[in-house]
């Protein structure tokens, strides 16, 4: 089972740094890490220094379904896994997701935060699956990339769920291997929580207007810091309705 390991990044060194010492330790075991990048100073530098043979792909001005499509064009193995930029997979990652993948078309894994507590996502449910599973963390056949092609471009968020949702409507399942943890070091700061509940929102709104029939069908949590979400995802959400924008990795 060849497996190729994609990440798309964009001016963040710390994180992309922290992923591929992680998977440097493990590399014996992928078959290439692919990293499409949008803008990251030195960036070769600090992939090559800490993961031998990664392919640096420039996705310069590509939004994060275009840049995720570039990666998985250039991908040559069986399965292709996404992790984000800001991910730390442990030793037993690959071990949990090549064996989900014996039997598996779609697996998702466990992406808790290590710095605090990991805020909960707001399900969206067809067919009895979660189609949130972010691509932080999961893996799809190549196969499946053949038949029902590849992330919607012109989304500003939400591309893996409108992938997921393809799937889905297709008769694949998303399994869920709690097992496959890679660590997700979420935004810590209040402006960095707030731009990203604001753009989820925006790309909420997209999808809405793609898929009409999911608009109910959002399971939103309680608790504050949902809440606090909630307020700034609706902003986005409502300028979704009012403005195009194109939001850049």
């Not at 392919?55 to 896994?81: H, L, M, T």
């Not at 909960?120 to 979660?130: E, L, S, T």
């Not at 409502?238 to 403005?243: E, N, Y």
Request: net charge positive.
């Amino acid at each position: 089972m060849k497996i190729s390991v994609v990440t798309t990044t964009k001016s963040k060194t710390k994180n992309i740094l922290r992923l591929t010492q992680s998977l440097n330790k493990i590399k014996k075991d992928i078959y290439e890490f692919i990293v499409v990048d949008a803008g990251t100073p030195d960036i070769y530098d600090i992939v090559i220094e800490d993961f031998k043979f990664p392919q640096i792909i420039d996705g310069i001005g590509s939004s994060r379904g275009e840049g995720k499509n570039i990666g998985v064009r250039k991908a040559k193995g069986d399965v292709i896994a996404f992790l984000d930029d800001d991910t730390e997979v442990g030793m037993t990652w690959i071990d949990e997701l090549k064996k989900s993948m014996k039997n598996e078309d779609i697996v998702a894994g466990y992406s808790p935060n290590p710095i605090g507590p990991t805020m909960p996502r707001v399900p969206i449910f067809v067919d009895g699956q979660d189609l949130t599973w972010p691509t932080c963390n999961i893996a799809y056949k190549k196969k499946i990339f053949d038949k029902i092609g590849y992330f919607d471009k012109d989304l500003i968020t939400g591309e893996d769920i409108d992938f997921n949702l393809r799937c889905v409507i297709d008769g694949y399942i998303i399994y869920y291997n709690p097992k496959m943890v890679a660590k997700h070091y979420h935004r810590t700061t209040f402006k960095g929580f707030a731009k990203q509940a604001f753009w989820n929102g925006y790309g909420r709104k997209q999808l809405n207007k793609k898929y009409p029939e999911l608009k109910h069908e959002h399971k939103h949590g309680v608790g504050l810091k949902n809440i606090m979400r909630l307020g700034f995802g609706f902003l986005g959400y409502s300028l979704g309705g009012l403005l195009k924008w194109k939001k850049k990795q």
